[in-house]
């Protein structure tokens, strides 16, 4: 490796940069402080927290008059977790100094701000948007920073406690815009990893960036890495991905996502939004 390569890539290796945790429930996303304290440990990154609290909800001793909620007499009205409390506990067990902010959301919409909160971060972390009571906060807050902050998302499998995070690392490809951004995007952590493999699966005729571009745009940059592609459907992808990731016993996907529009990934769905669902493996997404 020459000099000004190996020097480039120390550069890359040098820093992630802010890292913005976005939290919901204290307890549910551990996933999340362990991902952060790996990158702060790793990759040198500032770490700060932004905890999405909702407002206080209707009881069951309430009843509707007129449109508006109101409190039957005598029946104290729940008191709500009090997050904040409990996110402050958890972060004095973090060997880093981690600045919080609040946002307090009533509704899904509410949640917007996530996308223009997280343009002041290098990367985003937070918990893959599952079932359970959050889901559909968590769904609108990950679209909300992967449309309009511009920046990647980090997204932890819920009860995830790997040993590693960025050592074994799978690309996913398919030669599109979205994956060329994820792949830059994600450049610090590649330069980090033991292990890169990129993975194609072909589904017709491609019109992107072949992954042999890549792959020696990738080595010319001094990463080591491999590649394999894989005949499937466009029904398979997410499969396909997923088989070929435990195969290389990968510990992070990079991948581009939702190459529709909004709306049209909302009604019509597709690989991000399943291997959103599905992958027991952290996810990079860039858009």
Known sequence: MST??????NDAQASVGDALA?????????PIFLAAAKL???????????????????????????????????????????????????????????????????????????????RGADITIMLQPRGGRDAALRRAI??????????????????????TLGKSILIAWDGSREATRAVADA??????AERISVFEVEVGLSRGLPAAELVA?????????????????RLEVDSLLLCEAEAIDADLIVMGGYGHARLQEMLFGGVTRSMVRTSPVPLFVSR
Not at 22 to 30: F, G, L
Not at 69 to 80: A, N, S
Not at 107 to 116: E, F, Q, V, Y
Not at 219 to 233: K, N, T
Request: charge should be positive.
């Open 4 to 9: 000004d390569t190996a020097s480039a890539r």
């Open 22 to 30: 976005m939290i919901v429930s204290t307890r549910e996303d551990e």
């Open 40 to 118: 702060a440990t790793a990759h040198g990154a500032t770490v700060s927290a932004l905890l999405f609290e909702r407002a206080p909800e209707p009881s069951e001793a309430t009843a509707v008059y007129a449109g508006l909620w109101v409190l039957t007499p005598d029946v104290p009205r729940p008191k709500p977790r009090d997050e904040m409390s409990a996110l402050r506990r958890r972060l004095q067990r973090t060997p880093r100094r981690v600045s919080v902010r609040r946002i307090e959301v009533a509704t899904g919409a509410d949640a917007d701000r996530a996308g223009l909160e997280a």
């Open 142 to 163: 990950f679209e909300s920073v992967l449309y309009e902050s511009g920046r990647p998302v980090l997204l932890m499998p819920p009860g995830w406690n790997g040993l």
């Open 187 to 192: 450049h610090a952590i590649l330069a980090a």
């Open 217 to 233: 745009r990738l080595r010319r940059a001094g990463l080591q890495c491999h590649y394999r592609s894989e005949q499937g459907s």
